[in-house]
């Protein structure tokens, strides 16, 4: 899937590929992981700054977790203070959730690409999202069926903010997607 959207006053793209894990090894996984799917979501932006820099933040339903939606941070941090998986410029997000605790095992995953607000000095701690999708995976036993990506809406991100803020109270959540240039 690609996904358009409008930042800082330039266009950019997210080529968003889900597939099946077919070769655990060559991404860190251990051999069960086999039959899970992987996502991959590369931006391409053309600017290169620190204005340009972008963020995903996912949040995940498991089946295993109660309350709903969490944040899903890359565990390799530990505990973070910023609601990031990965941040950078033209950040990839990288996903390839697996299991051999569970017989049946249910993941949601909506991700979002994110811009800091303001200007670099400005608003540090605001996070705008510019699109979402959403993907995941039903386990029964040996028999893994993902689906995705699908995108989603507005609405589905707004969904998230009172929760986000909860967990990150130094962050400010704008509401809706940006896709206009930022003002001065």
Avoid at 46 to 59: H, K, N, S, T, V
Avoid at 83 to 91: I, L, T
Wanted: hydrophobic fraction near 40%.
């Amino acid at each position: 899937m690609d996904l358009s959207y409008r930042w800082n006053d330039r266009e950019g793209s997210v080529k968003v590929e889900v597939r099946t894990n077919e070769d655990p090894a060559a991404l860190g996984c251990p051999d069960y992981a086999r039959g899970f799917p992987v996502c991959t979501d590369r931006v391409h932006h053309p600017a290169f700054g620190y204005e340009d820099m972008l963020g995903w933040i996912q949040l995940v339903e498991r089946s295993d977790l109660e309350g709903g939606f969490k944040i899903d941070a890359l565990a390799l941090l530990t505990e973070v203070t910023h609601p990031f998986a990965y941040f950078g410029v033209a950040p990839t997000l990288f996903d390839a959730p697996h299991t051999d605790e569970f017989e049946e095992w249910d993941f949601l995953a909506h991700s979002f690409l994110c811009a800091r607000g303001g200007r670099l000095h400005q608003w540090r701690f605001e996070v705008r999202a510019v699109l979402g999708f959403s993907w995941g995976f039903s386990k029964r036993s040996d028999q893994v069926e993902w689906f995705g990506p699908e995108q989603v809406t507005e609405a589905e991100w707004n969904g998230h903010l009172p929760y986000l803020q909860r967990e990150f109270e130094l962050w400010k959540f704008a509401p809706g997607f940006w896709q206009s240039p930022l003002d001065p």
